[in-house]
């Protein structure tokens, strides 16, 4: 059962904010990068001790990343909590997280891709709405973030109105509301059997993933549907799976596999959702209660989330 929804309070002017690396390191030039970034927006940056560490492909040791992991939320300063990029290891901290001191100061954790395993957890043991789309040591290009994106972060992130994510392909027509979880497939399929993988009964699922080929995604959705993931959910939004191109043409593409799936989901399903390991992508509110329309010629996404 997923914890009660906690909203995270909206970011004020000038709030101090923290760069953390639960998985892998960041190189400094894109560390300053992505700090001169805040800073230009008004806010002081708290930089995590392990963010430039490297312990082979990780930022440091488990435990150097768990305590700014901590040490960023407990500390009443800090008002966000941004991931410093992908990679690999947020999954080895989920059984060491002190998931009371997340849940009695809560505040966003902005993440993607890898961050997913951390966030879907976070979701699932504290009912803590997060933010996915970003990782700021990979999405600030010389100061700037695309604007698609930035636009959908600060809404968020200050308690603005959100744009609805409207002209989504409908695979299975319908409505729905419910929470929404997702991100990354594999990292959500590496939950699976695990306390950290969140009630999907009645949920908005949202899936995406990078560099993966089409059997491979047909294998994760095939576990999903195994574990009865799939069949409880309220309604599933397909991102954009990058570079998900099978090397043997005789193999098909991914559009054949999703829509392999598409009965599994007893509500509406979409595609195209503008998610994904590309630049220009939206920025959502997992863990927050969304609306997904598909009952028109195209489909319509949109956050119930007000701070």
């Not at 930089?47 to 040791?61: E, M, N, P, T």
């Not at 306390?195 to 999903?224: C, K, W």
């Amino acid at each position: 059962m997923n914890a009660d929804l906690i909203q995270f309070h909206p970011l004020k002017a000038g709030a101090d904010v923290a760069v953390v690396a639960p998985s892998g390191p960041v190189d400094r030039v894109k560390l300053d990068a992505a700090t001169a970034y805040l800073k230009s927006r008004g806010h002081k940056v708290q930089i995590g001790q392990s963010v430039v560490k490297r312990d082979r492909y990780l930022a440091g040791g488990d435990d150097d990343r768990l305590r700014d992991l901590h040490d960023a939320f407990v500390s009443p300063n800090i008002q966000a909590v941004f991931a410093a990029r992908g990679g690999f290891g947020s999954t080895r901290l989920l059984e060491d997280i002190d998931y009371h001191l997340i849940r009695n100061n809560p505040k966003p954790l902005i993440g993607f891709s890898d961050t997913t395993a951390l966030q879907l957890a976070i979701a699932a043991k504290t009912g803590l709405v997060s933010v996915s789309g970003v990782t700021i040591g990979s999405d600030v290009d010389d100061t700037h973030m695309h604007p698609d994106t930035e636009i959908s972060l600060w809404s968020l992130l200050y308690g603005r109105p959100i744009a609805p994510v409207a002209n989504l392909e409908i695979l299975r027509p319908g409505s729905t509301e419910g929470v929404l979880l997702g991100g990354c497939l594999s990292l959500m399929c590496s939950l699976l059997g695990t306390p950290f993988f969140p009630d999907t009964s009645g949920a908005i699922l949202v899936i995406e993933d990078v560099n993966e080929e089409p059997y491979r995604v047909d294998r994760m959705l095939t576990q999903l549907r195994s574990a009865g993931v799939l069949r409880k959910l309220g309604g599933l939004a397909c991102g954009r799976f990058v570079g998900c191109v099978a090397e043997n043409p005789d193999h098909g593409d991914l559009n054949k596999v999703l829509a392999d799936f598409v009965d599994d989901v007893p509500g509406p399903v979409v595609a195209d959702l503008p998610y994904g390991h590309f630049s220009g992508r939206v920025c959502l509110p997992i863990g927050a209660r969304c609306f997904l329309d598909a009952r028109s010629d195209r489909g319509t996404l949109t956050a119930q989330y007000s701070l």
